[in-house]
């Protein structure tokens, strides 16, 4: 009999939304007027931005005006409006390596180029802070940090999130700091750059999602937090391209911003274990396998294999019927990620799987 299909390749969280934000979508569309109609004629999307303020500070102790705040249907969204309203064509922007291909394709299609900092597997994942001052040109106009990081669940030490800062300030560049991930770390300690200096906070922009903190994926609500610097483009730019989130999705997302985060602890405690079960045994098969810092990716090493990630990706499939993310598409051929978005006993199925491809190889 085939085995069946195990697919573990999106960033995808396995369970719902908090409840109390679904009754609060659905309690909005019930009622409907305002909530179903275009937002800006209400003041729905301003309790949104007060919330997201709230949240910020209480998160990471920086308190933002609401202006700052620019809602969108989706972190991708957003994404491109931070990159947008600093960079244009023929710029360089650093980024660090592996990276996350959502990113290197937004700098791709404006004709952006990336100055890769490698992010070393001899120091877990964290780059050398020369070789970020050595990526820097003239051309360069900005920095791009995913705290913590796809795929490499990198979370940035404060002494490293001081030097992309003092490198962004002593050349004028800006920082993106892509934080979707910043609920999930594990033994480690969130810095927002941001909060590390008011020079800094001029300068960065803040990606955030409801995405995985959620398990909204499929709701789209993201959002930049945006400096007065380029707060004037990055709104130009949103008007014209990014898409709006719902009304009746900004209510759920306020419903989520003002909760307890008992939801975001338990899924945080859920990852965790993932990661302490499946890390060790892929590593125990002799395929390094990086305890990861943050997020809920597993990424290891199968170069002993000899088998580049497509032919590791396309033998797996075949043999054992296990999909997992290629390493080349986050720039590490040889490489292979797990998004950890199933329980254990299915990832003890995967870990069974991979050791019998391993014995046949
Ligand atoms: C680092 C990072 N940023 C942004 C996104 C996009 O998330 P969304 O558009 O769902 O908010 C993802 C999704 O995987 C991601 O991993």
Redesign the pocket.
Known sequence: MPKEEIRLNA?DPDVEAPQYAINEALKAIIEGGPNTHYPHYTNIPDQFNEAVVDYYEKFTRVRYETKNVLPAA??????YTALAAVLEKGDEVVLFKPY?M??TRIFQGMGVKTNMVPLKKELGYHPDPEDIKAAVTPKTKAILV?NPA?PTGTVFTEAECRTIGDVSVDNDMAVFA?E??LHFVYDKKFVSIASLSEAYKERTIN?M????TFSM?GW?L?YDIVPDKYLEKAKLIAGLTAPRPATFVFKAGISCLRGDFKYVDERRAVYKARRDYFCKAVDDLGWPCHMFEGAFYAWFDVTSTGLGSQEFLRKLKEEQNVVLSPGDRFGADGFMRVPLIKPVPVLKEVVGRLKEFKAGL
């Not at 999602?209 to 995985?212: G, L």
């Open positions: 960033g989706g972190s991708s969204a957003a994404l996350y959502g990113h995913c796809n892509d979707i991930y990606i999602s409801f995405s995985k994926t789209r993201g």
